[in-house]
């Protein structure tokens, strides 16, 4: 029979301790992983973060390409020309003051250029249809899938859906809906931020 009164020897105080030390690295061992699950991964912060984009290289007429939350993301800098277009298509296009709300276009962006600086149009490049990707067609070139009087713009290849060249959707198409407006403001005259307005 052990006498409780008497203390508990070095060595064994030793081992309690020891095991206690193990057992609490072991749980903040399983806990680490566990918890970190809650958090957002890098990838996932990195595809909803807003990209940085340089225009000053952009030759009039020219569109670059960027990606922003996975979706490909058109700059293009119009041309006094391709600006004018937008008086032909104005009375063919379906919504032509972007008033439809299935994808809200900014405040900025709610005038005949769908932009805030008129040279640059910022629009994601997937079709409301059925989410292709349109393809540039600037110039009609005698394209048989466009009409004789093609003043620029985009067409969906899938369904023949078209776009003028604010991202404004023709009359009688397949899609329903413009080009959506992403978020975007201007740092400076030769960068653009895609992702954020400016007021957030």
Same mark, same amino acid.
């Given at each position: ?24 690295? $072991?749980?903040?061992? #399983?806990?680490?992983?566990? #918890? ?5 991964? %890098?990838?996932? @912060?990195?595809? =909803?973060?807003? #990209? !940085? ?7 009039? =007429?020219?569109?670059?390409?960027? !990606? ?23 009375? @063919? ?8 709300? /299935?994808?809200?276009?900014? %405040?900025? /962006? @709610? ?7 008129? !040279?640059f149009l910022v629009v994601v490049g997937i079709c409301s249809h059925l989410g ?7 110039? =009609? $070139?005698?394209?048989?899938s466009l009409p004789a009087d093609w003043a620029g713009g985009f067409l969906c290849?899938?369904? $023949?859906?078209t776009f003028d060249l604010a991202g404004r959707v023709f009359k009688n198409k397949? /899609?329903?809906?413009?080009? !959506? ?14 992702? %954020?307005? @400016?007021?957030?």
């Amino acid at each position: 029979m052990t006498d409780s009164s008497k203390p508990m020897d070095a060595s064994r105080r030793t081992a309690l301790g020891l095991t206690c030390a193990a057992g609490a690295v $072991g749980t903040v061992a #399983v806990a680490i992983p566990f #918890v970190s699950t809650f958090a957002p991964s %890098e990838k996932a @912060k990195a595809a =909803g973060a807003p #990209v !940085e984009v340089d225009i000053s290289t952009m030759k009039p =007429g020219e569109l670059k390409r960027v !990606e922003w939350r996975g979706k490909p993301v058109w700059v293009i800098r119009r041309t006094p020309e391709m600006l004018e277009t937008l008086k032909k298509t104005e009375t @063919k296009v379906a919504d032509p003051d972007s008033l439809r709300t /299935a994808y809200p276009t900014p %405040e900025y /962006a @709610k005038n005949q250029y769908r932009s805030i600086n008129p !040279e640059f149009l910022v629009v994601v490049g997937i079709c409301s249809h059925l989410g292709c990707s349109p393809i540039e067609k600037f110039d =009609g $070139g005698g394209d048989p899938s466009l009409p004789a009087d093609w003043a620029g713009g985009f067409l969906c290849p899938c369904h $023949g859906s078209t776009f003028d060249l604010a991202g404004r959707v023709f009359k009688n198409k397949p /899609a329903p809906d413009n080009l !959506e407006v992403p978020p975007h403001y201007y740092l400076s005259d030769a960068r653009l931020l895609i992702g %954020e307005d @400016k007021q957030a």
